[in-house]
């Protein structure tokens, strides 16, 4: 299938079943063109923009610079609604996850990780994923359908509604500072919807966060690693998981299409790498397949090339995998001939195993209706 088919054919409904667009997710230019008909100076577009991304309202009738009567139009038209909640869940360690129902009734998951310094919320860019790597619940679950730009700057807004962080009187200290593109799916799969809906998130007048501050973690899609670089310059992570070709398409199959050589090519060309800012590596400890010694001698001589980072990611069991996760003692071992080769070499600590949160984890029950 053509990337441009695949685009349409798994595409988000653009209106609400009751037939209004949804206005979170238009940029200003959108918002200008939208207010055309209602022949209102141009200054107004900018006005709702801001009430929008800045203050985080849901309805149009909290916009008191906005007249009474353009308000009420505008709500005919438009909708400010989020996502309705279909589960909360808090972890032991204060992770909390939420199932957020779309308004066609599908499912997404999103996951924020309080820590002393920074919160991070991991947002979902696909239901279910087209690639099936072996060790990813995800995985499991066929890909229902992409995420609008909307869908996934709503996750963001949800969480700041939730976190009750919409600025008031000045900015406030915000708790989540962090936003990672690794829940379910596989964003380069869904790049134009993430390019739209990071332009928003990034934009100093949107939810100005930080583009060093939203990692996008991606299997490996060659070409949009490219596109992606040049258009956004998120921070990037890609899912290595395995220091050979062999290996790494037994348990990625998208390996196959984009092998080894070509995936560190585009990560070498990513935009602002240096020894400050490497390019992080992801890698799953999974017993017996890709955490022996000479795996961890391999990584080190492939990942010379590039300053990189492996972030090793224990293992996260679910229903039905077939791996086990090594055990610590060897995990710490194989970190330490990274970490002597000098490629930092960070454990991630897993959070919210206990509701199933953790990397990997993520799965929901819905499912692709035939069309
Ligand atoms: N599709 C993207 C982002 C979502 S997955 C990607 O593959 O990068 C986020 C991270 O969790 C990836 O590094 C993925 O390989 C890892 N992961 C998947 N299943 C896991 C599991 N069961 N335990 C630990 N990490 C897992
Ligand atoms: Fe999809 Fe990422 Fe899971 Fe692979 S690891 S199946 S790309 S979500």
């Not at 060790?135 to 996934?152: I, P, S, Y």
């Not at 936003?179 to 799969?189: A, Q």
């Not at 090793?312 to 990274?338: D, Q, V």
């Given at each position: 299938m053509s990337r441009s088919s695949h685009a349409s054919k798994f595409a988000a409904p653009k209106r609400l079943p009751d037939g209004r667009l949804p206005l979170i997710g238009c940029n200003i230019d959108e918002i200008t063109e939208f207010l055309a008909p209602?022949?209102?100076?141009?200054?107004?577009?900018?006005?709702?923009?801001?009430?929008?991304?800045?203050?985080?309202?849901?309805?149009?009738?909290?916009?008191?610079?906005?007249?009474?009567?353009?308000?009420?139009?505008?709500?005919?038209e438009f909708s400010l609604a989020r996502p309705e909640v279909a589960r909360h869940q808090k972890s032991n360690d204060g992770t909390q996850k939420w199932l957020l129902k779309m308004p066609d009734g599908q499912l997404v998951e999103i996951v924020y990780i309080p820590e002393e310094t920074r919160g991070t919320l991991c947002i979902s860019s696909q239901v279910g994923c087209t690639l099936t790597c072996k060790?990813?619940?995800?995985?499991?679950?066929?890909?229902?359908?992409?995420?609008?730009?909307?869908?996934?700057l709503h996750q963001i807004m949800f969480a700041r509604d939730m976190l009750d962080e919409w600025p008031k009187d000045?900015?406030?200290?915000?708790?989540?500072?962090?936003?990672?593109?690794?829940?379910?799916?596989?964003?380069?799969?869904?790049?134009?919807?993430?390019?739209?809906?990071?332009?928003?998130?990034?934009?100093?007048?949107?939810?100005a966060i930080s583009k060093r501050r939203i990692t996008l973690s991606t299997s490996g899609v060659v070409p949009q690693i490219i596109q992606c670089g040049e258009e956004l310059g998120l921070k990037l992570a890609v899912s290595l998981h395995a220091p050979n070709d062999a290996l790494r398409s037994e348990i990625m199959p998208i390996n196959n299409k984009y092998p080894i050589n070509d995936l560190l090519n585009a990560c070498?060309?990513?935009?602002?790498?240096s020894e400050h800012n490497r390019v992080t590596f992801e890698y799953v400890m999974l017993d017996g397949v890709n955490d022996s010694i000479e795996n961890a001698k391999e990584l080190t001589q492939i990942l010379?090339?590039?300053?990189?980072?492996?972030?090793?990611?224990?293992?996260?069991?679910?229903?039905?995998?077939?791996?086990?996760?090594?055990?610590?003692?060897?995990?710490?071992?194989?970190?330490?001939?990274?970490?002597?080769?000098?490629?930092?070499?960070?454990?991630?600590?897993?959070?919210?195993?206990?509701?199933?949160a953790a990397c990997g984890q993520l799965k929901t029950d819905s499912e692709r209706a035939p069309r």
């Open positions: 209602h022949n209102v100076p141009s200054y107004r577009a900018k006005q709702i923009y801001h009430w929008i991304y800045q203050r985080g309202v849901t309805t149009f009738e909290a916009m008191s610079n906005v007249p009474k009567d353009l308000r009420a139009s505008l709500d005919q060790f990813c619940h995800t995985g499991t679950q066929k890909l229902v359908r992409n995420l609008g730009a909307a869908e996934m000045g900015q406030p200290d915000r708790t989540l500072t962090n936003v990672v593109l690794m829940g379910m799916g596989e964003p380069l799969y869904n790049y134009e919807n993430i390019r739209d809906a990071m332009r928003i998130a990034m934009d100093p007048d949107g939810l070498a060309g990513y935009p602002d790498i010379k090339r590039l300053p990189s980072k492996v972030n090793i990611i224990p293992f996260n069991p679910w229903p039905g995998a077939e791996y086990t996760c090594t055990p610590m003692p060897r995990i710490k071992e194989f970190a330490k001939i990274l970490e002597r080769a000098g490629i930092p070499a960070p454990i991630r600590k897993t959070r919210g195993e206990d509701i199933l």
